[in-house]
């Protein structure tokens, strides 16, 4: 039995899995905070549809069980909920990504940043038919580095862009609880100041993951520099310090310019919606 393709696979269904049963189990926690009479209420009668549900299960365990068949039953059902975790994944990630605020990232002017100018030159000179620096270096990680050399960071980037995502759903969860919960009995500023608390943590929390997938983009980069430092090390190359036009024009200055952006409104849907509103 190859225990290594087990464990790959179980860790392939758990990376799509988590992000949905988390939003579940965060949103119901939220909703118990904000409530917890009406949603426990609620958590009993999905109790009792499950144990009715469940009932049904006994005819087909007879059935099985003369075969020696009953021990599918549990596993059936495991892989019935992993494929509608699968399927409710794409949807979730999409809705996600609509969800402001957005992260926008320029790649190229953390690398010129993070580059000297003799590296800026040696990778031109590698790649002289690239249009300009960012091209080229690209070009250069694309060509000299393995697919795995910092799977640390990459790793961590994934998770936190999920983490991200899943954050930015639970705000308008919340929101639309309030609304649902505002007539409920509870008094008007415990309702106000369970939803403030509730947004300030999920604001706090997304910030902090923000700041935490900052750091690792840029460590990745970093790690991506010094690996392509290590290999250009060993190649030749043209020291001639005169640069000729060509070679200039593909410098851009990006001095002041940010890598890494959050915005809340993305330009190409102000676009679509003032060319087909006709403003």
Not at 143 to 151: F, M, T, V
């Amino acid at each position: 039995m190859n225990f290594q393709a087990i464990i790959d696979a179980i860790h392939q269904a758990w990376s799509f899995a988590w992000p949905p049963i988390s939003f579940i189990v965060i949103s119901l926690l939220i909703i118990y905070f904000l409530n917890p009479v009406m949603a426990l209420n609620r958590f009993r009668g999905v109790l009792h549809h499950l144990r009715t549900f469940g009932a049904n299960f006994k005819e087909a365990q007879e059935v099985l069980e003369p075969f020696g068949l009953t021990k599918l039953i549990p596993l059936i059902s495991a892989i019935i909920f992993i494929f509608i975790l699968y399927l409710i994944n794409g949807p979730y990630l999409t809705i996600c990504k609509q969800i402001p605020p957005h992260l926008g990232f320029r790649e190229g002017v953390l690398v010129e940043s993070l580059t000297t100018f003799q590296e800026k030159i040696q990778i031109i000179r590698m790649y002289p038919r690239c249009v300009d620096f960012n091209q080229a270096y690209f070009l250069a990680v694309a060509k000299l580095l393995p697919k795995d050399y910092d799977l640390y960071h990459l790793d961590k980037i994934a998770f936190y862009e999920r983490m991200i995502g899943l954050i930015k759903c639970l705000i308008p969860v919340t929101v639309i609880f309030l609304i649902y919960n505002w007539k409920s009995v509870l008094p008007f500023w415990n309702k106000v100041l369970r939803f403030v608390c509730v947004i300030m943590t999920l604001s706090l929390s997304l910030y902090g993951v923000i700041i935490a997938h900052r750091y690792h983009k840029e460590m990745h980069h970093k790690v991506e520099i010094n690996a392509i430092r290590d290999v250009l090390a060993d190649k030749p190359w043209s020291s001639t310090p005169d640069l000729t036009s060509y070679e200039k024009s593909k410098f851009v200055d990006h001095t002041n310019e940010r890598w890494y952006i959050v915005y809340f409104i993305a330009s190409e849907r102000i676009e679509w919606f003032t060319t087909h509103w006709h403003f």
